[in-house]
């Protein structure tokens, strides 16, 4: 995206929201205009949340810890499954480990660790790799209790201030071909977030990155304009009433998460 394309897109979701995360199925550290991006947020007032897999940490380290816009990094570890050799481990969170060190507690940075990969059908080697990474962390941290046990009911945890660990179920990029999950359900998007992709198309979260639910075009029209469209209403509107309408959205399996969290409050 063009930082001239990023200003116009954050003039015009100024006074909607407070917080702009940078992501959407690519490596936000790769943008050549990153700390120019970070930049202008903060001129617009936002915070800003941030993912990546964590390789090109230690490279960024300088910019990302003298950018007061940088709410939270989310890392993700489970990323490693397909951007290293088991080998290569160790040096991986050595190197997130030592930009962890040098952000907190220098700086109100929230990092949150993902292992996004949680599965009944994760592979022997892949449950390997988990364990290994959580060993990982455990030792690094000093954790009282093994993992085993404090992970039994819980998704996530507090491993030091300021330091998070989430866990949560693998799930599928919705655009391919995929099993259709029912029109029952409920999901966050249009709710509390939208996402815009490079073109400046507004889609109803960050899974839609090949643009399949389409709602129209912040370069283009105000943001008040996108959302009160008919799709996103019809959308929005089946979500409140636990109805999942869009086929899209039928075949995502991100949203079954929220599904299971509306049912512990009534449980």
């Known amino acids: 995206m063009p930082s001239a394309t990023f200003t116009e897109i954050l003039r015009r979701i100024c006074g909607h929201t407070k917080h702009i995360s940078l992501h959407v199925l690519g490596e936000a550290l790769l943008h050549p205009d990153l700390e120019l991006f970070l930049a202008m947020s903060l001129e617009y007032g936002l915070r800003v949340n941030l993912s990546t897999n964590g390789v090109m940490l230690a490279r960024n380290q300088t910019i990302l810890l003298r950018q007061p816009a940088l709410r939270q990094i989310n890392i993700s570890l489970h990323s490693f499954e397909q951007s290293g050799p088991e080998s290569a481990l160790d040096s991986y969170l050595a190197e997130i480990f030592t930009f962890i060190a040098a952000a907190v507690p220098a700086s109100p940075l ?144 991100y949203r079954q998460r929220f599904q299971r969290d509306i049912k512990r409050l009534f449980v």
């Open 110 to 253: 929230f990092i949150n660790l993902r292992m996004w990969n949680l599965g009944q059908t994760s592979l022997p080697d892949e449950q390997d790799l988990n364990h290994r990474i959580l060993n990982r962390l455990e030792n690094h941290f000093g954790l009282l209790i093994p993992f085993p046990e404090v992970l039994t009911t819980k998704r996530g945890i507090t491993l030091a201030p300021q330091i998070f660990l989430s866990r949560e179920p693998r799930f599928t990029w919705p655009h391919a071909p995929a099993p259709d999950l029912g029109p029952t359900g409920y999901c966050r998007g249009l709710n509390d977030h939208i996402a815009i992709l490079v073109d400046g198309t507004v889609v109803p979260c960050c899974l839609d990155a090949e643009a399949d639910i389409a709602l129209g075009n912040i370069l283009h029209e105000t943001l008040p304009e996108i959302l009160a469209g008919t799709r996103a209403t019809i959308i929005r509107e089946g979500f409140a009433r636990q109805q999942v309408l869009d086929p899209v959205c039928r075949r995502c399996t």
